[in-house]
């Protein structure tokens, strides 16, 4: 069968990678932690004020700071004024109290998943109430409940987004473990080693974050990739009938109404998509005998021409690089052997952020 067959690889910028993670840390933050800080500050209200029984104007107040404030920092400081609320400031204990080490980058992000082994307690049930540590709780006391609810709610968005993915990774459980010995802690009562708990918690979080948001990162890279496949090949006529998965690579086939076949698989490698594309043309072929067997199956390589001139366009922000031809492509050869595909993905050199059209 006359063919041709290429090789491309396609990366994103590290620049891209950042702000892809930035975006869904802010995402997981907007979705799953904001309302449920939120939420955790009214029961600490609540508990604090007679189990609910919140003057009309204290909880109206309230509320309205509650929606104006859209950080986590910001909250935490609502939390540490709740007592202000209804108390003289005289009578509010003052208290300087150290946010816990949020780690690299100066926060916890959110994501999240965990083996069925390993999974994390309900919320509700990792953070004490305000009567834990006393009838009156200090500002140390609120601080303390509010770290912990805070990194509760960040394993339990990593966990939710790390079974979405199908990922397997030792860091969530030991995550998991992490914040049960800081919710310990904090129950405990003791200051001290509830921030140094809390403190070892969120360490243990935001590493788990790291590898999170680069699955993320390269789930996001391979959505893009296979769009951009199936796009082009609806472009020049070739319907996609099917999509097969074979070894962690996705194979999109499509075919035209005069015979004409395309092949294309996308593998990932955390770093690199690679576009293995082969276009077949049955009507172009000839025996091995013919003599014009050694001629180049000219429309196929038509179609590979055509096909990476229009992913240069449609792989919306991945860099591409230079396209390489993994066979001869002649009328009447044999194909290339699947082994010898599998060494030349293995020996390609990387050129990384290179986009270059053919």
């Known amino acids: 069968m006359s063919r041709s067959e290429t090789y491309r690889p396609a990366y994103l910028s590290e ?66 004024s709740l007592p202000r609320l209804h108390e003289p400031e005289s009578a509010v204990t003052r208290s300087r109290v150290a946010p816990v080490n949020r780690g690299t980058g100066g926060h916890l992000a959110s994501s999240g998943g965990l083996a069925p082994s390993a999974r994390l307690e309900p919320a509700a049930r990792l953070t004490p109430s305000a009567a834990t540590f006393s009838s009156s709780p200090s500002i140390d006391d609120l601080a303390l409940e509010f770290d912990l609810a805070h990194i509760t ?17 030792p860091l969530l459980p030991a995550a998991a473990a992490a914040t049960e010995a800081a919710a310990r802690a904090v129950t405990a009562a003791h200051p001290a080693s509830a921030r140094d708990a809390l403190a070892a918690a969120t360490d243990a979080v935001a590493a788990l974050d790291e590898v999170v948001n680069d699955a993320l990162v390269a ?6 990739a296979t769009s951009a496949v199936a796009s082009v090949l609806e472009q020049m006529g070739f319907g996609v009938d099917r999509s097969v998965t074979e070894e962690g690579s996705l194979i999109l086939f499509g075919r035209r109404v ?16 690679a576009f293995n594309a082969r276009f077949t043309d049955e009507d172009d072929a000839v025996p091995l005998v013919d003599r014009c067997a050694g001629e180049v199956c000219d429309r196929a390589v038509g179609d590979s021409f055509e096909f990476h001139k229009r992913l ?29 595909r599998a060494r030349i993905l293995k020996t390609t050199t990387k050129t990384t ?4 059209n053919p």
């Open 153 to 169: 709610a960040e394993l339990a968005s990593l966990q939710r987004t790390v079974e979405g993915l199908h990922l397997s990774t």
């Open 219 to 224: 789930a996001e890279q391979g959505a893009r």
């Open 353 to 356: 952020n290179t986009r270059s």
């Open 258 to 273: 005069d015979g004409r076949a395309a092949h294309v698989e996308l593998s990932h490698d955390g770093e690199t998509t």
């Open 15 to 80: 620049e891209q990678r950042q702000e892809l993670a930035r975006r869904a840390r802010q995402e997981r933050f907007r979705a799953d932690l904001l309302p449920t800080l939120r939420e955790h500050v009214r029961r600490q209200a609540a508990e604090l004020h007679d189990h609910g029984s919140l003057p009309a104007p204290a909880r109206i107040e309230l509320d309205r700071r509650l929606e104006a404030t859209t950080t986590a920092a910001g909250l935490r400081t609502l939390a540490m």
């Open 312 to 340: 240069a366009v449609e792989a919306e922000g991945l860099s591409l690089g230079p396209v390489e031809a993994t066979s001869r492509p002649l009328r009447g050869s044999a194909t290339v052997a699947p082994s010898s």
